[in-house]
């Protein structure tokens, strides 16, 4: 029994336990997130979905050591994160943990290799050349190491971010809305970096996002609703999404 | 309406940015009144001082024009005071002796007496003096071993009733017994007095009981002093200086006046600089301000606000904060004031806080300064702001890099640094002085608003050495900080520019005063036989008693005397001037081996001869053997002195100096108009230097008022004296450069805000905050480090420059202080990690999850 337990920690990328998330108190109290219990899969990619103000983007936000929590506990990989101090947090995140962020993924300063090789070189580290070349080329940038991100599209921007989170070899990479300001077709292309990077690379990504199209490359879609989980989703399909999501919305206008 | 309440808005919605430069106009507009007042408290504290010592009409010997220097006060027969005293209106008349040039020696043999420069005053304790100081403890001097001292100069000297005093006058050492303290009834600023029995002090300061040196004379009531003075000068008749008590005032007052007009002008002259460093700080902060409003102004302008309308907003704004800023700088410049004031007692000149005047004026300098400043800084930014198109609202505007640096600037600054370069070369090749200081001072002003022209155009360039050099130990935290000081170059450029000016200042003057002091001290090597110099360190020439202790110091080869003569002298060409001419004994051309162009210097001390310098020969025409006739001022007339050589100026000593023998003055001046030894020289017998300096030490132990130093302790003093002044001016310059580290604080304050989601994605991805904060830092210091290489490398064309023209006034010697160079570079990054501090501690504790949010 000892060891079952042993080895779900180890499967989890990720774990939340009872995890609360309340701004304010007394009458003012707002529960972001509601005792919100959930294991992140490693080697899979996980999509967290729901409406304005579910709580999606603040799970994200715990679970990769952004923001505390008001009670609960949270996991990454063996590490339990809640009440680490913010230079054990800070060392978790460079070295365990990968971002893509909606946009203003990079730095004007530096080039996009430079970018890539960011939190490496925070950290002092090599990147593994043979590694880099790998993730740069399933990203497609080769040509465009050089260039600024002023230089680059919304699109190639976005692509440099994945290559970033990738390079490092993250236990977990979070992404937050990463297509949201691309158009369709440089979206689906992202996308399709990050899908790969499961299949081939064995990665492990959790995506916030409230695009069903986007949920769709994903092998599981946590639904949040006012705090909590209310759906966990296996092999998502665009439209098995979109019904999901209309269920929801229609019992939101019942209630 | 609308656009001054936008402007009222935005002002107080930018209180923190507005603060820094708040802060620079309040130190600047601080400086500009501090000097003010200061200056103008130390005139009334002299005006009530020499109006509470002004007796109604004063009859004194008629003052001839360049009297001789004989260290003894002209004097008047005491016998004038009955005289006085007769005429009608006269309420009383008092013989009084003053003596502006003793020096009073404590038991110890320890001068007492100020720091200052302020002379040291005997006078006699009669009812004049009684009139602006009274008895504070003890009783009055009766006999003639007894004296008062007044209160300030015992309390400073530590000395009490019944302590032993010397007063070393000309006609020798008087000693006296303290009797008592005496108190000034108004502010005293700092001459110290010694006040000896009335007879008494006619014999020990002018050598006989029936000599003073004025009458001091009250008028009847209802008499106009003016009245009293025209009878008195009726009865008396010709040859004597009768002035009321106004006009006594009115010239004494010219007499300080113009040494307190040369401290304010010195100390206006600083707070100009800093005024000048705020300005850059002002034009930072409103094209900061500008920038980040790019889409506020765009919409602004979308809606309909005119250009016009756009930039008198931000010119309000920089109104308002011109006026408050100098507002709060003219109460801190009264505190200024009020502290430099504390600062004087504390050395010893007595200034009373009761005496604190503010003119009128005071506030309306600093008023017109402040808001001056600040609006003709915010002139650029204003423009650029009116010329936002409306079309910046819609687009997603972030942070407006400026853009590559315009060809007008470019070309303008090459061709301003280019031109003053030129100008500084030819100052430094020029072959006259004047020509060199005309090319030097344009060369100056051209290259330094050609540096900061190009600033920004170096910022990139320089940066990037500086953090190939210096940055890149720290990886790529130091990687980023170098890109981060790149990436704004205009804003780098005015950042460092700022402390650019006072480093360049910093950087000259340490390389013309090291080279005034090698070339000095070469120049002793090479041309200075004497061993000794025997130096006074107050007001007073070097008495006959100390002289002839001198001459009688054992193991001396010779001993030189040094005095300046009063001579007019009239050339062959027609034309009569006053010349100062050094009567030296003939071995004093083996003290100073003066160069010669023109006969041999031996004989220009043989009787009736004379040598003069190069310009005055050629601008009369002279030539070795031509005639001159000198009116010895005091003595002998229509002397002709036979010309015997012409010095060389190319020297540092005695530059143009005139030369006669001691011999000769003595045999055309009468023996009390002879003037006293400004300096003496002593040669040590063969072989026993060591023993004569003692010797000649002890010999003037009695003298505290005198100092002895051989050619090593010489160059020392030297050395310590430009050290001195140096710091003063440093200190002064730190003003400029406190103002310039604000502008480094408020340009990476307001990087730190424009960065926040650079700052938040940095920390989510891995960066700590001690890494963050080392970041913020290092671009600091390079930010200072580009300033300190602008300003050193300015600072040093300047002082080659100005040096190359001073070797032409026998600075010969160039010498670059590398050592104090490096110091100021190392200094400077100091200058950045203190500027970083708070800019550094906000970045760091920036939380990630707001700054990822911000929009």
Known sequence: MATAVFETRTAAAARAEGVVKAYGSGETRVVALDRVTADIRQGGFTAIMGPSGSGKSTLMHCLAGLDTVTSGRIWVGDTEITGLKDKKLTRLRRDSIGFIFQAFNLLPTLNALENITLPMDIAGRKPDKEWLDRVVSTVGLGERLKHRPSQLSGGQQQRVAVARALAARPAIIFGDEPTGNLDSRAGAEVLGFLRRSVDELGQTIVMVTHDPVAAAHADRVLYLADGRIVDDMANPTADLVLDRMRGFDARGRVS | ?855
């Open chain 2, 1 to 855: 309406m609308t656009v001054l309440k936008t402007s009222m808005r935005s002002f107080f919605a930018h209180k923190g940015r507005m603060l820094l430069s708040g802060v620079a106009i309040v130190l600047s507009v601080a400086f500009v009144c501090g000097t003010l007042v200061f200056t103008d408290t130390l005139n009334t504290t002299f005006d009530k001082f020499f109006g509470s010592t002004a007796a109604d009409v004063t009859v004194g010997p008629e003052e001839e024009e360049n009297a001789q220097e004989t260290g003894r006060a002209a004097s008047l027969p005491a016998s004038l005071v009955d005289e006085v005293g007769a005429v009608e209106g006269v309420a009383s008349a008092d013989g009084v002796v003053f003596d502006a040039g003793v020096t009073v020696v404590d038991g110890a043999g320890d001068r007492v007496g100020s720091s200052n420069g302020a002379p040291t005053i005997a006078t006699g304790w009669g009812p004049d003096i009684q009139r602006a100081m009274e008895l504070a403890s003890g009783r009055a001097p009766e006999a003639a071993d007894e004296a008062l001292i007044d209160a300030d100069t015992a309390g400073r000297a530590d000395i009490a009733v019944g302590d032993e005093l010397e007063i070393i006058a000309v006609e020798g050492t008087h000693r006296v017994t303290v009797t008592g303290l005496a108190e000034f009834r108004s502010t005293n600023p700092g001459a110290p007095h010694v006040l000896l029995e009335a007879e008494a002090a006619r014999t020990a300061l002018l050598g006989s009981p029936d000599l003073i040196t004025s009458v001091h004379v009250m008028a009847e009531d209802g008499v106009p002093d003016a009245e009293v003075r025209d009878r008195v000068a009726a009865a008396l008749g010709g040859s004597y200086d009768i002035e009321t008590a106004a006009e006594n005032e009115a010239a004494m007052k010219d007499d300080v006046g113009g040494f307190l007009d040369v401290l304010r002008y010195a100390m206006l002259g600083f707070a100009g600089i800093a005024v000048l460093v705020g300005i850059f700080l002002i034009v930072n902060t409103f094209s900061m301000l500008v920038a980040q409003r790019t889409r506020e102004i765009g919409l602004m302008r979308a809606v309909g606000a005119s250009r016009r309308q756009v930039n008198r907003s931000v010119l309000t704004e920089a109104l308002l904060l011109g006026t408050v800023g100098s507002l709060v700088g003219i109460g801190a410049g009264i505190g200024l004031a009020v502290a430099l004031m504390e600062l004087m007692n504390s050395v010893g000149i007595t200034m009373s806080t009761s005496d604190l005047t503010i003119a009128a004026s005071t506030p309306v300098a600093g008023l017109v300064v402040g808001v001056l400043a600040t609006v003709v800084a915010a002139w650029l930014p204003a423009r650029r702001a009116g010329k936002v198109a409306p079309m910046a609202a819609l687009r997603d505007a972030g942070t407006p890099g400026d853009g590559a640096a315009g060809r007008v600037r470019t070309a303008l600054g090459l061709l301003l640094t280019l031109g003053g370069g030129a100008a500084l070369v030819a100052a430094a090749e020029a072959d006259e002085a004047g020509d060199g200081s005309l090319f030097l001072s344009l060369g100056l002003l051209l290259t330094l608003v050609g540096a900061v022209v190009v600033g920004p155009l170096l910022a990139s360039g320089v940066v990037r050495v500086l953090s190939v050099a210096v940055l890149r130990v720290f990886g790529p935290v130091g990687r980023m900080a170098g890109r981060n000081a790149r990436r704004n170059p205009r804003r780098t450029g005015a950042t460092a520019g700022a402390l650019m000016i006072g480093l360049a200042l910093v950087g000259s003057l340490s390389v013309v005063s090291a080279s005034l002091v090698a070339s000095a001290s070469d120049q002793l090597d090479r041309s200075v036989g004497a061993d000794f110099i025997i130096d006074t360190t107050s007001e007073q020439l070097i008495t006959p008693e100390a002289a002839e202790a001198v001459r009688a110091t054992p193991g001396l080869e010779h001993v030189t005397d040094y005095a300046a003569v009063s001579v007019e002298l009239a050339t062959p060409d027609g034309e009569s001037s006053a010349e100062e001419v050094i009567a030296a004994s003939p071995t004093y051309a083996r003290d100073l081996r003066a160069r010669t162009v023109a006969g041999e210097l031996s004989a220009a001390y043989e009787e009736d001869h004379l040598s003069v310098g190069e310009s005055f020969a050629e601008e009369h025409g002279l030539a070795v053997g031509d005639e001159l006739t000198a009116r010895f001022v005091g003595g002998d007339e229509g002397v002709r002195l036979t010309l015997a050589a012409i010095t060389s100026e190319n020297t540092m000593i005695d530059k143009g100096a005139m030369y006669v023998s001691h011999a000769t003055a003595r045999a055309h001046l009468p023996e009390e108009a002879m003037p006293l030894n400004l300096v003496m020289f002593a040669r040590a017998e063969e072989g026993r230097k060591a023993a004569a300096y003692d010797a000649l030490k002890a010999s003037l132990e009695p003298f505290p008022q005198y100092e002895v130093s051989d050619q090593a302790d010489y160059k020392q003093a030297l050395e310590d004296e430009v050290g001195t002044l140096l710091n003063v001016v440093y200190a002064l310059l730190a003003l400029a450069i406190i103002v310039a580290v604000l502008g480094v604080v408020n340009t990476l304050a307001l990087s730190v805000i424009e960065r926040t989601r650079e700052i938040g994605l940095m920390r989510a991805i891995g960066l700590s905050r001690r890494q963050m904060r080392r970041m913020v830092r290092l671009e600091s210091v390079v930010i200072a480090l580009f300033g300190a290489v602008l300003g050193l490398g300015l600072g040093l064309g300047w002082g080659v420059a100005a040096q190359r023209v001073l070797s032409l006034e026998g600075f010969a010697v160039l010498d670059v202080p590398w050592a104090t160079l490096g110091v100021v570079f190392a200094g400077s990054a100091v200058v950045g990690l203190v500027a970083a501090i708070v800019p550094a501690f906000r970045a760091g504790r920036m939380s990630v999850l707001r700054a990822i949010a911000t929009e």
